[in-house]
């Protein structure tokens, strides 16, 4: 019975459906960026300083510049050229007593400026920007200062305890609908961010998008992963990837064109809605609907992609079957990422791997926003460096494997990040120079654990996975593994990949993905037949390998 893999092969692997699906999916990733890191534009601190009252009349009148009216009535730097005296501390002067002149009105005050007392802000600051952003509305400096990273925590927090769920939605309901309700949410989420009356409410609309977002993005990579043949998958899930890049680029634009926080949000966030027009545009995935026995309905959409591929459907079209193993698809669970020393190794690895690369690139990011300098070309350039990132690893993939690139890029985002503590901010051009090499190092070790997250894993504990970026959703089908295309449980000979024959992380260009569990067991000779030649056996599950042929050499070696 045929496959959908085997069906694709023959109506198109990356047709004209595909392509259109392809494309309209990428917003969905393109979308997801200011989400993402839209607290660079969203929450950017600008220079400060206390508002004292009277400050501004007595500059009027005694016709002050903006520069004379800071030497005169804003404290200088602390001793050791501390700037929060300057920003968070005022004079504890009544500016509005006509004794002061307007030649240094403090001189008749006090000797030294250094002796006269000073107090917090007591009346709100004034911003030097001729926007907004959250920290300029709700005061988000000096002691509050924390609450902005409180605002990009509760984001990260969604994603956190979103990951958690929405890969369960999207198995049990379809990814079409957790692709359609996810969107929903994020839009309305994101709307009523941009209108939050105060901080609190801020938190809870953050929190709530950021609970969705991710989700939505693993959604429209898990799809256009399970419609494209085999040989496509690992270019266009690193395409997907790019269209991130590409948002990244157009936000920046985007926040230079609109300098205020909440029509920035808003224009980020209204067209979403259109997303929900992909009822009509994507259908759901055959794959899915085959694993719910829901034949029918994947019958009808293969025969539709044979027609936009101006194919003619197979005459087994009717056959088409997903053979997979009951039994584990029934029972997956957490604990199967730690079940055997392979998968524990695997897991631990990874999971740091993850937690390293999300960490650095999101701090690469919030770095380009504290250099000092045009916050909107820095956040270009550095989002410029992600495209020749993914050209590299396409280029390099199937060459060298993924260990070289892997241990490469982390290494040189670590190099870059430990240089930038040694150069002086002061020279701007350099840390953002730097910051670049760092992020485009980084860059690719993030995509690299993705793929090397696909391939490590059986598809059934796909869902469990540590994950990257919402790309884990996408399962072992990036290199071709596929769900309908497993044929497992029938006495077949495993196909054991390179990372199962070494001690490490998988290095060769030709990763075959393990399909089960029991393809990850340790193996060993159970004796020899009647010929004297060895019979190799799982040593953990004899009864699934019965039927195994006897051969020369152990399965691993296949």
């Known amino acids: 019975m045929p496959t959908v893999d085997d069906v694709l092969d023959k109506v198109g692997e990356f047709g004209w459906f595909q392509k259109q699906v392809f494309l309209i999916l990428c917003l969905i990733s393109a979308a997801f960026a200011p989400i993402y890191v839209g607290i660079v534009f969203l929450a950017f601190t600008p220079d400060h300083r206390c508002l004292s009252p009277g400050v501004a009349e007595l500059s009027r009148r005694c016709g002050w510049s903006l520069a004379e009216e800071l030497n005169y009535t804003v404290p200088g730097p602390g001793p050791a050229g501390d700037a929060f005296p300057r920003q968070c501390r005022r ?211 293969m025969d539709h992609i044979a027609q936009k591929n101006r194919k003619l459907s197979p005459a087994d079209l009717k056959m088409l079957s997903l053979e997979e193993d009951i039994t584990e698809k029934l029972s997956p669970s957490f604990a199967d990422l730690f079940r055997t020393p392979r998968l524990r190794k695997n897991t631990f690895i990874l999971m740091y791997l993850w937690f390293t690369s999300s960490v650095l690139y999101q701090g690469l990011i919030m770095h380009v926003g504290a250099t000092g300098g045009n916050l909107y070309l820095d956040f270009f350039y550095s989002a410029l460096v992600e495209f020749p990132a993914a050209f590299a690893i396409l280029v390099t993939i199937d060459r060298v494997g993924r260990i070289y690139p892997l241990a490469v890029s982390n290494l040189v985002a670590g190099t870059a990040c430990f240089v930038m503590i040694f150069i002086s901010h002061d020279i701007h051009w350099l840390n953002v120079a730097v910051a670049c090499v760092g992020r485009m190092g980084i860059t690719i070790a993030f995509q690299m654990v993705c793929l090397v997250n696909a391939e490590l894993y059986p598809t059934f504990i796909s869902g469990d996975r540590p994950g990257c970026r919402g790309s884990d959703a996408a399962s072992s089908r990036d290199q071709g593994g596929g769900v309908a295309g497993d044929h497992r449980g029938r006495g077949e000979l495993p196909e054991k990949s390179k990372a199962q024959r070494k001690d490490d992380l998988p290095s060769g260009p030709n990763i075959r993905i393990p399909r089960n569990l029991r393809e990850m067991l340790p193996w060993g000779p159970s004796g020899r037949d009647e010929n004297g030649v060895l019979i190799w056996r799982n040593a953990q599950k004899p009864l699934f390998l019965r039927t195994l042929p006897h051969t020369c050499l152990p399965p691993n070696q296949y």
Do not use: M
Request: charged content about 15%; hydrophobic content about 45%.
């Open 91 to 301: 004079y504890e002067v009544d500016w509005n007593q006509s004794a002061l002149g307007c030649e240094d009105p403090l001189a008749g005050l006090a000797t030294n400026r250094s002796h006269l007392p000073l107090g917090p802000c007591q009346h709100g600051w004034v911003y030097d920007t001729p926007g907004s952003s959250i920290v300029t509305e709700f005061n988000l400096v000096c002691d509050d200062s924390w609450k902005v990273d409180l605002f990009q925590s509760c984001v990260n927090v969604g994603f956190f305890l979103g990951s958690l769920g929405i890969g369960y939605i999207a198995d049990r309901f379809g990814r079409k609908v957790c692709l359609l309700a996810t969107t929903l949410i994020s839009a309305i989420s994101g709307v009523l961010t941009a209108i939050a009356p105060d901080y609190t409410s801020l938190l809870f609309f953050r929190l709530l998008q950021g609970l969705v977002s991710k989700g939505n993005w693993a959604a429209g990579y898990t799809l256009i992963t399970e419609f494209v043949g085999p040989g496509y998958r690992r270019t266009v899930a690193i395409l997907y990837q790019v269209a991130f890049t590409v948002g990244l680029v157009l936000l920046s634009g985007l926040a230079y064109v609109l300098p205020h926080w909440r029509w920035l949000q808003l224009t980020v966030s209204l067209p979403t809605f259109l997303f929900l027009l992909y009822y009509w545009c994507v259908p759901e995935s055959p794959r899915w609907l085959l694993s719910q026995k829901r034949d029918t309905q994947a019958i009808k959409i």
